[in-house]
C-alpha cells in the first residue's frame, strides 16, 4: 500500500484586537493537486523578490483548499476561544 506524503501547514485566525481566535492544523497533498482539487484555484502568487517582479515562491489559498467539497477533513481545529 502507498501512503501519501503530506506537508502540514499551521493556520492562526486573529480577531480585531489581535487575539488568536482559532489555531488549526491543514494537511496538504504534495503534487497531484489537480488529480485532487481539479479547477480549484488553490496556489496564489508569492511576493516579488526582485525589482524585475519575479516571484521566486507560491503561496497556497488554505481557505479554497478547506471550502473544496470533500476536503474539509483536511483541518484539524487544535484550538478555538469560545
Known sequence: MKSQIL???V???YSSDNNIQKI???SLPNGQ???IFGG???LGAGRANNDNGDRKNIRF???EITN???QDWREKVL???K
Open 7 to 9: 506537508t502540514y501547514v
Open 11 to 13: 493556520k492562526l485566525v
Open 24 to 26: 488549526s492544523l491543514i
Open 33 to 35: 493537486l489537480s488529480a
Open 40 to 42: 480549484v484555484r488553490i
Open 61 to 63: 489559498l488554505i481557505n
Open 68 to 70: 473544496t467539497p470533500n
Open 79 to 81: 484550538y478555538e476561544r
